[in-house]
């Protein structure tokens, strides 16, 4: 099949590539399909339409989570949600998991955090979960670190009671840990890197260079 150019001769899609062929065919990275697109401007060029390009753009910019209610693995623009500590895959999905925080009486917060009104009081569920781990009330300079960083996650292995104030984010060993427990729920097999290698490697060495 031949397709006119209107910047040069007649071009065809199966015709060798030619130094006086001015456009090239090229596969859309968004729809799959061939379309033209100059020589010049080949490796730029990724899509065949203004709306291929928009779709392309937000898949790169998508990133893949978990459903906090399915556990569902879904993409979507961080853009799009406020909160990316609890997010879900469909209004139903957040519907069951509003329904069953309020059934049980506890809410979950517009700073992430678990609370209920018990006396008139605000009362946070991971300072509630902790005292039933240590069998007292939390002292007033006590504090509960998420050890994922999830803020509504309160299980116990997930609770650590802190006496200083906590810095903002995570530390590095605990989002390694939960990320290895993540992979291995998911099946996968994970190795520490840096087993069965000599303390040269450690230290950003080779160990042919350690003395």
């Not at 957040?94 to 329904?99: G, W």
């Not at 700073?111 to 240590?134: A, C, P």
């Not at 309160?154 to 006496?163: A, D, F, G, M």
């Amino acid at each position: 099949m031949r397709f006119a150019n209107p910047c040069g001769p007649l071009v065809c899609k199966d015709m060798p590539f030619s130094k006086t062929i001015t456009k090239v065919w090229k596969s859309c990275a968004a729809c799959g399909g061939d379309f033209l697109t100059k020589r010049s401007t080949q490796e730029r060029v990724m899509t065949c339409s203004v709306s291929c390009g928009g779709e392309y753009r937000s898949a790169k910019k998508a990133v893949t989570m978990a459903c906090t209610h399915c556990g569902n693995m879904f993409s979507f623009k961080p853009s799009a949600r406020k909160n990316l500590e609890k997010v879900f895959c469909s209004k139903s999905c957040s519907s069951k998991e509003n329904r069953q925080q309020v059934s049980s009486g506890w809410r979950v917060g517009n700073d992430g955090y678990v609370y209920m009104y018990l006396n008139g009081k605000k009362t946070l569920q991971h300072r509630v979960v902790m005292s039933e781990i240590l069998g007292r009330e939390l002292m007033s300079h006590e504090n509960v670190h998420h050890i994922n960083g999830i803020k509504h996650d309160n299980r116990k292995e997930n609770l650590e009671l802190w006496v200083i104030s906590q810095p903002k984010g995570q530390r590095v060993e605990d989002r390694l840990d939960e990320a290895k427990r993540l992979l291995e729920e998911h099946g996968y097999v994970v190795h520490n890197p840096l087993q069965g290698f000599s303390s040269g490697v450690l230290f950003g060495a080779w160990p042919q260079f350690v003395n």
